[in-house]
């Protein structure tokens, strides 16, 4: 299917489809309103977010319920699904004050680094750009302090297995944008076989998971591995060939459509655009997924971030002011939620 950020299957466990509007006893608050598309959030030291909106290139801080903008990125071509994508605090900012963000430009999909009030210098550049589509746009710090890139086949389903193309794959990458100590080869690519990676989330013991945009049949949730090949475009779903490695969950796109990823207090969380709900996800201490419950269906419209914040609550974004949803007064919007 081209244009979508949007009976479950599970390739590891069997979801059942009943949907949970909320956690019982969950308080809801809005804590920033009227965004143009929000696409990524993280959080810096003072617990004060940064936030892009994918449209207007602008990063903005939201702080005590008010959003005021701090940056505003030079060289963004918002068309389709591209744009100013995925955000990422450097895990020494105390120290650095780097701040990181994936974008498209006219020419292709890059990443750039800044200090607030600086101009942003690209550090990776020549990710495929999608004409209007597949462009990725995940961006976050590992535990181990590298920085992790999911990005998009670009509409070219062949880049995701060209191990010479940054396209269809998972980046690993120092903050200078160099590869990574120990990454599988010489380059970037820490993983390939991807569709369109947009969120990545990595569990108390370390183990990553990134989610991915699926074609017409089956959205994924998978585990990985360095080095692993997830099989697009052979495989949508299991494909249970031993050259390729099998998604732990994997959903109907009308189910799920999903994009952020965050892990919070024992789950992994995933937003559904299509899907218009929240994913909670219960992570075993062996790594591997229990039944997953669907949360917010509907209440709130597409869902596109997530992400745990300092004050032990989560933190998910609204996104139906990008042209396929049907905002809302108040939209776009930024919810924080104790459930």
């Known amino acids: 299917m081209g244009l979508r950020e949007g009976l ?40 004060s977010a940064l936030v892009t909106e994918r449209g207007s290139a602008r990063v903005l801080s939201v702080q005590n319920g008010a959003a005021r903008e701090v940056a505003r990125i030079p060289g963004v071509s918002a068309q389709g699904e591209g744009g100013l994508l995925g955000i990422a605090i450097s895990p020494d900012y105390a120290t650095d004050r ?5 974008y498209t430009s006219t020419s292709d999909n ?15 550049t020549g990710i495929p750009r999608g004409q209007q589509i597949h462009n990725g746009g995940g ?17 070219n389903t062949a880049n995701a297995q060209n191990p ?14 160099r590869p990574a100590p120990n990454n599988p080869t010489s380059s970037l690519v820490y993983s390939l ?58 959903w109907s796109t009308a189910q799920a459509s999903p994009s952020g990823l965050a892990f919070h207090q024992g789950h992994l969380y995933m937003a559904a655009l299509r899907g218009q709900r929240l994913w909670k ?12 419950q669907a949360l917010f269906n509907g209440t709130y419209g597409r869902l596109r971030a997530a992400a745990s914040a300092p004050d032990g609550t989560l933190w998910f974004s609204t996104s139906n002011r990008d042209g396929r949803g049907t905002p809302r007064a108040g939209d776009d919007r930024i919810v924080s939620t104790t459930g």
């Open 193 to 250: 076989g991807h569709r369109n990676v947009q969120g990545l989330a990595w569990d108390g013991q370390g183990r990553m998971f990134a989610s991915e945009l699926g074609q017409n049949r089956l959205d994924e949730l998978n585990r990985i591995q360095p080095g692993g090949n997830y099989g697009w475009p052979t495989c949508e779903g299991a494909c249970n060939n031993p050259r390729f490695v099998d998604p732990l969950l994997t």
């Open 139 to 155: 961006l976050s710090f590992g535990p181990d302090g590298m920085l992790y890139a999911g990005t998009g086949d670009a509409g």
């Open 110 to 124: 890059r990443i750039a680094r800044f200090r607030i009030g600086e101009v942003p210098q690209p550090i990776v």
């Open 8 to 47: 479950l299957i599970g390739t590891a466990v069997v979801v059942s489809l009943s949907l949970t509007p909320a956690v019982a006893g969950a308080v809801e608050r809005d804590v920033a309103t009227n965004l143009a598309v929000p696409w990524d959030l993280g959080f810096l030291p003072d617990r």
């Open 98 to 102: 780097y701040v990181f963000v994936y």
């Open 164 to 177: 010479n193309s940054l396209g269809g794959k998972i980046l690993r990458m120092t903050k200078e944008g």
């Open 281 to 292: 996800i219960p992570v075993t201490a062996t790594g591997g997924v229990g039944q997953p």
